[in-house]
Structure formats: C-alpha cells, structure tokens
C-alpha cells in the first residue's frame, strides 16, 4: 500500500509506510522526524527509500509525500511492435505496429519464450486476447499463453 496521492496524509503513515511499506498499519515509535523519514536510521531504523520512480519526490513538505510507495518495483519493461487482430489474417496484415511490451527479453517474437505482452511500459496492463503478428509469423495470446504458431503466409 502507498501513500494516498491526495487528501490528509500523517507523519505516522508516511513512517509505516516507509518501515513496513504499508500505509496506516504497524508500529512506530515516537517521534518521528522528518530527517529520519528522509535519510533512513533513527530510532526506527527506516531503510533508505525507495529509488525507483515515484509519483513525487519525497521532501520536507508533506506534499512531497503523495502516492510514496516503499515497496515499489523498479522493473523495466521491454518496447516491442507487434500488429494485432481478431484473425491471423488481419494480425498480418495490419498497416501500422502497436506499441506492447513484455518484461523478460525476447528475440523477435515475445511466443519463443511465452512471455506475456501488455499495453503499458510499466508492465501492468495485459494485453487483450487474440492473434498477434511480427510481420513475418502470427501466435494467438490468451491468458499470458502462446499458442498457433504459424507463417504469415496468405494465398
């Protein structure tokens, strides 16, 4: 859980957050300050925080704080093109590539290795089911599995 990305916000959530990576549960001794809360250590011996991306840079404001999530994952996403469609034939015959993306890497095709394809760069949103093409062969995705592989080959 995170720091809520708007409304009232305590030091108290921000440190269990920070200690325990969960937001409003777990215990805290006092005080807390907001150096501590920054730089790790202290008497509630906080770990340093969390470098990956993050909505806000946490600061001495309170508002540098919004959506802080400790437990973060820095995992970076792959960019691949690939046509889709409802059909191989049209999954081959796309006119333009789609932007999608898979977490582990891959040759050409994301279906050599299974990996699962998703529709944003953080790797979060699965792609919809059905055929996909990289131009020159076509698999059908369903459910982060690959199936169908065959030429893009049409006559």
Do not use: H
């Amino acid at each position: 859980m995170a720091v809520p990305d708007s409304g009232a916000i305590t030091m108290l959530g921000i440190a269990q957050e920070r200690k325990y990576g969960t937001y409003g549960s777990g215990t805290i001794s006092s005080p807390i300050t907001m150096f501590e809360l920054l730089n790790g250590g202290g008497a509630n011996a906080f770990p340093s925080l969390n470098s990956c991306p993050q909505p806000n840079v946490p600061s001495y404001s309170m508002s540098g704080w919004y959506g802080y999530n400790q437990s973060a994952s820095c995992s970076t996403c792959n960019e691949i093109y690939l046509l889709s469609g409802r059909d191989p034939f049209s999954a081959c015959t796309g006119r333009e590539p789609f932007p999608y993306y898979t977490p582990s890497d891959f040759a050409d095709q994301p279906w050599r290795d299974n990996s699962p394809i998703y529709t944003d760069p953080q790797c979060t949103i699965e792609a919809a089911e059905g055929y996909y093409s990289s131009g020159s062969e076509y698999a059908f995705y369903s459910r982060s599995k690959w199936s169908d592989i065959g030429p893009c080959e049409f006559r």
